[in-house]
């Protein structure tokens, strides 16, 4: 239960990246602790088992990729991953900013998250993933953890052929 899944479809990582945005978004109006803390507790749960255990992961995986986008693109789970954290890093430390009173730094804090998950969302481009990509090739993060990650570059050209689940 507490597996993150590789390889993992992109596009349910994208639709993902969008319900963040949402509420992402509801979290910079609403500018309440509990808002900043749905947001973090999704990327803990996302940090841990992927689409598992989170609503946000579960609606993508069984609904909106099935049946809306109707695609399969797969690539490699640990930036996907690594992602993830970071987005918990970040909704955290909103969430703390919130908790201690700091609401426009925690509205700044998510307006950083919200960026990054547009670019996913909309783009298909994963900040993260593309750090993983930079701290594999510093040698920060060792070749074992994901051999196809390599080259993040080539990857990304490799698995842009888009292909249609039945």
Known sequence: MLTF?????????????????????????????????LLAIGFALRVASGPTLSPFGQLSVRVIVPYVIKKTKLVPGPPKRFAQTIGLVVSGTALVLSLLGFGLGAQIATGVLIV???????????????????????????????????????????????????
């Open 5 to 37: 899944p590789n390889p993992v479809n992109d596009y349910a990582a994208r639709s993902t990246a969008g319900l963040v945005v949402l509420l992402a978004v509801v979290a910079i109006i609403v500018n309440h602790p509990i808002v900043y803390a």
């Open 116 to 166: 990054a998950a547009l670019l996913e969302s909309v783009l298909g481009f994963c900040l993260g993933c593309t750090i993983f990509g930079y701290l594999q090739r510093w040698g920060v993060i060792p070749d074992s953890v994901c051999e196809a990650c390599n080259n993040i570059s080539l990857r990304s050209r490799e698995t842009s052929g888009e292909q249609v689940s039945g």
